[in-house]
């Protein structure tokens, strides 16, 4: 079992920027397996962002965000980031922490995942 429980969420503007994180608890060695983040905003199906592979810590981003969030990881911690910047209005979204259980899964949806975290809400105003 593995529990992610994420932080940082809140209201914003336009243009801020926000850091989530998700600290990761279980018996299993962090560094050793893929994270990822998702969204689900209101009204619409849960959406792949981000994820950082655990071995070679390879990233791959939706286009809908690349350019503008930055996923990374501190294993001493293990804890994962969203680093989020020029935030806009369609970016409100409950914000979801994920992980699998395979060490060489290439996470790329739903599908690939085995563990959520419960979430955090960002909301940016206009």
């Known amino acids: 079992q593995v529990q992610l429980v994420e932080s940082g969420g809140g209201l914003v503007q336009t243009g801020d920027s926000l850091r989530l994180s998700c600290t990761a608890a279980?018996?299993?060695?962090?560094?050793?397996?893929?994270m990822a983040w998702f969204r689900q905003a209101p009204g619409k199906d849960r959406e792949f962002l981000a994820t950082?592979?655990?071995?070679?810590?390879?990233?791959y981003y939706a286009p809908s965000v690349k350019g503008r969030f930055t996923i990374s990881r501190d294993n001493t911690r293990n804890t994962v980031y969203l680093q989020m910047s020029s935030l806009q209005p369609e970016d409100t979204a409950v914000y979801y922490c994920?992980?699998?259980?395979?060490?060489?899964?290439?996470?790329?949806?739903?599908?690939?995942?085995?563990?959520w975290g419960k979430g955090t809400l960002v909301t940016v105003s206009s």
């Open positions: 994920a992980t699998t259980v395979s060490q060489l899964r290439d996470i790329g949806g739903d599908s690939d995942i085995e563990y």
């Open positions: 279980s018996r299993r060695t962090f560094s050793d397996y893929p």
């Open positions: 950082i592979h655990g071995i070679h810590w390879g990233t």
